[in-house]
């Protein structure tokens, strides 16, 4: 049955706020009901979150990656895009560190950066259509867990508005969601128009429109501004970090979902390269500047996250679900930055910091 750890005394995320001192029990790889434990965890003073979730990571190195990512509390990766199909296999396959989803090869256009990165797969580049239904379905094939299409304001650049709706059309016919990366305010049109779940990224070259922002907010379309990636490219290209934080500031006011996801990766030719791990509380941070409250920011990366992207074991400490954990100094949800006073955490149980 396993090993039944008691965190005794600790305060735990709600979601909206902390409840009262209590005990967690954790029998396995799972949250249980009171039993007589084997472990007691001291959690005065400190405050019990659901391991966090990274909505958008990229996972190159491999298990250093996820090691890294688990070392902060962040006991889940969403990888938006990692090839070949066998070391995506290979990274789910790994235990005691994050677990791994992933998009494997994203959709882009011909004319776009991401088509000229070395090594990038030529069955990735997606110029009408037909090759775009084609393209879901070898995502299918090799267990893509959602689809990332890159979106970019218009050909040559990026694929053309047709494209880009036949791979969402394509995608949700096969009951997955699609995540359209978009860094321009043009980019954000074609998404929003092509019928994208989740868009990822925030525009450098204006603040998102309000008309934009009502309309994902009424089509349920869910944002991953990833500011942490915003304010280093912006810092290293001279652009203008506020567009992407103001974007925020306006969606959120509007109602859209927001989710914390940072971009992390270790790919040499990036434009940067925020940590796996450490960078999610960066993000927290961000994004509490930019208007959302610091219970507003955990939900975005626990139980919102989870809902989002179909996760139902995870993102709440409730019984039943699974044991991702993270124990902290403090009170995150008076001061974000708590977040990184690390004192515990449980990747399906297993205690790994």
């Known amino acids: 049955m396993g090993t039944v750890t008691a965190i005794d005394g600790v305060r735990v995320f709600t979601g909206d706020g902390l409840g009262e001192p209590r005990r967690v029990h954790l029998r396995g790889a799972e949250i249980c009901a009171e039993e007589t434990p084997d472990v007691v965890v001291d959690g005065t003073g400190k405050v019990l979150l659901p391991g966090l979730i990274d909505a958008h990571v990229h996972i190159s190195r491999g298990r250093e990656d996820l090691r890294d990512l688990a070392a902060w509390g962040v006991t889940t990766g969403l990888d938006m895009a990692s090839w070949p199909a066998s070391f995506v296999a290979e990274m789910r396959r ?3 560190v994050a677990q791994m989803f992933s998009a494997t090869t994203p959709a882009v256009g011909a004319g776009g950066g991401h088509a000229g990165m070395p090594g990038f797969p030529a069955e990735g580049i997606v110029t009408t259509p037909q090759e775009g239904r084609a393209f879901v379905a070898r995502r299918v094939a090799e267990g893509a867990d959602y689809v ?4 970019e304001a218009a050909p040559p650049e990026g694929m053309d508005q ?9 995608a949700h016919e096969r009951g997955l969601l699609v995540v359209a990366h978009s860094v321009t305010t043009g980019a954000f049109h074609v998404a929003v128009e092509a019928g994208a779940d989740v868009s990822t990224h925030a525009p450098l070259d ?17 944002s991953v501004p990833t500011l942490t990636m915003m304010r280093g490219v912006a810092g290293l290209r001279g652009l203008a970090y506020e567009h992407a934080r103001d ?13 914390a996801g940072t971009d992390a990766n270790s790919a040499p030719g990036g434009p940067f390269a925020p940590e796996h791990g450490a960078s999610l509380h960066d993000e927290l941070a961000l994004l509490v500047e930019a208007g959302l409250t610091p219970a507003e920011a955990l939900h975005g990366a626990t139980a919102l996250a989870a ?8 993102g709440v400490v409730e019984p039943g679900k699974r044991a991702d954990l993270l124990l902290v100094d403090g009170d995150p949800t008076a001061d974000i930055t ?14 790994v910091r």
């Open 148 to 151: 990332k299409i890159i979106t």
């Open 94 to 96: 790994q235990t005691g």
């Open 162 to 170: 047709a494209t880009a709706g036949a791979i969402v059309a394509a």
């Open 247 to 259: 974007t925020v500031t306006k969606l959120h006011a509007a109602g859209v979902r927001i989710l």
């Open 338 to 351: 708590a977040t990184r006073a690390v004192a515990g955490v449980w990747v399906a149980g297993e205690r």
């Open 206 to 222: 204006a603040v998102l429109d309000d008309g934009t922002a009502r309309r994902m907010r009424d089509l349920g379309v869910v």
């Open 307 to 314: 809902r989002t992207f179909g996760l139902t074991d995870r």
